[in-house]
């Protein structure tokens, strides 16, 4: 575990997902999963922070699939993730597709300091599951958000169905992902969230269930969010 003067990061997680960025863009690839919920994820921000001329902050973007589906839905995107193998795949596939975007190898922290209360969304997309310090992460988000703003958070619930699904089903049965993509004690519980965000001085707004069924390879929203759910916060004004 890599924290302190290292950064909030395990350097095992950003080698693991690093090493899938040549496929990261693949829709039959190891984040197949990801393409499937995307355009469900762009709705929901999409709804409650309209993107059109709204500036946006995602912050371990990946390889960019929300980033750029947000830029092109008319959002002035600034991406963030530590892995530069991720961040040199995100700006290849922009320079390809025509997206205009603004893609760091930085850490949310360092954002927040240099340019609070700058964003009107910001989005951190199954990503604080993977870090040691997940609070840390939201108070930074919260920091960069204008008055008003809205963060939204996606992750995997700790429930026995979680780690049947998605560890057990995902990584051992249907090999959706790689072995080792998720570990259990890392999922983070609905009031969890709540906590840090209220802590950080944000609202909780919304809290959905993201049902995606992988014999249809598709997403939709849910009731249910005993596994993957996604949330909506505000700043307020």
Same mark, same amino acid.
């Given at each position: ?26 829709p ?16 929901? @921000?999409?709804?409650? *922070?309209?993107?059109? +001329? %709204? ?6 973007? /990946?390889?960019? !699939? ?9 959002a ?13 795949v ?10 205009s975007?603004?893609?760091?190898v ?16 910001v ?7 993977? @870090?040691?310090?997940? *609070?840390?992460?939201? +108070? %930074? ?5 204008k008055? /008003?703003?809205? !963060? ?24 959706l ?18 906590a ?42």
């Open positions: 575990m890599n924290t302190g003067t290292a950064g909030n990061f395990r350097q095992s997680e950003l080698d693991r997902f690093g090493a899938l960025a040549a496929r990261w863009w693949d039959h690839g190891p984040q197949k999963p990801l393409h499937a919920l995307n355009p469900v994820r762009l709705a929901y @921000v999409d709804a409650r *922070a309209p993107l059109m +001329g %709204a500036k946006v902050l995602d912050v371990g973007c /990946g390889a960019g !699939l929300l980033s750029e589906a947000m830029a092109q839905a008319g002035d995107v600034t991406a963030l993730d530590l892995a530069p193998e991720l961040i040199k995100a700006r290849l596939h922009a320079t390809e597709s025509g997206a975007l603004d893609y760091r930085q850490p949310v922290e360092e954002i927040a300091a240099a340019m609070p209360g700058s964003f009107d969304a989005t951190c997309m199954e990503m604080i599951e993977h @870090v040691p310090d997940p *609070a840390a992460v939201i +108070g %930074a988000c919260a920091a960069a958000l008055p /008003g703003g809205r !963060l939204f958070v996606s992750t995997i619930n700790r429930t026995p169905a979680a780690f049947a699904f998605a560890i057990v089903g995902a990584e051992y049965v249907a090999r992902l790689p072995k080792g993509t998720h570990q259990y004690r890392d999922f983070v519980r609905p009031h969890e969230l709540a840090w965000l209220r802590a950080a001085g944000l609202e909780l707004e919304d809290v959905s269930g993201l049902a995606y069924m992988p014999l249809l390879n598709t997403a939709r929203l849910a009731r249910r969010t005993d596994i993957n759910y996604i949330v909506s916060a505000r700043k307020p004004a």
